[in-house]
């Protein structure tokens, strides 16, 4: 009589909480890798917002808010400095901001 060792029941949806749903998204003419939002990182985004006292993107608190929300879902950004951040177009910071936002289930005009 032979017994076999017991196999983990796992879950092939276990497998989703490491996937990472990604598409492409203009940035200054470019096409960027954009990921959608997971929960924890929104609430990292809320935290850093209430941080920030819900001051506008032109605000400084506004802006590091902004560059966390671009660097939280779009990779090719992780290693900008806010310096490098600061020479690029705001309307194209904000844009970009806004399309992650509402890529993730958070589109500001909707109420969300």
């Not at 992780?78 to 177009?89: G, L, S």
């Amino acid at each position: 009589m032979s017994v076999e060792a017991p196999v983990a029941n796992i879950s092939p949806l276990r497998g989703l909480l490491t996937k990472k749903v990604t598409r492409k998204v203009g940035f200054m003419g470019v096409k960027v890798d954009m990921n959608k939002l997971t929960l924890l990182e929104v609430k990292g985004i809320q935290e850093n917002a209430a941080k920030a006292g819900g001051e506008s993107a032109t605000d400084e608190a506004g802006l590091k808010t902004l560059i966390f929300v671009i660097k939280q879902a779009c990779p090719d950004f992780n290693e900008f400095t806010d310096e490098e951040f600061e020479n690029c177009p705001l309307d194209e910071l904000t844009t970009l901001s806004n399309e992650i936002m509402k890529y993730s289930g958070l589109d500001a005009k909707a109420g969300n």
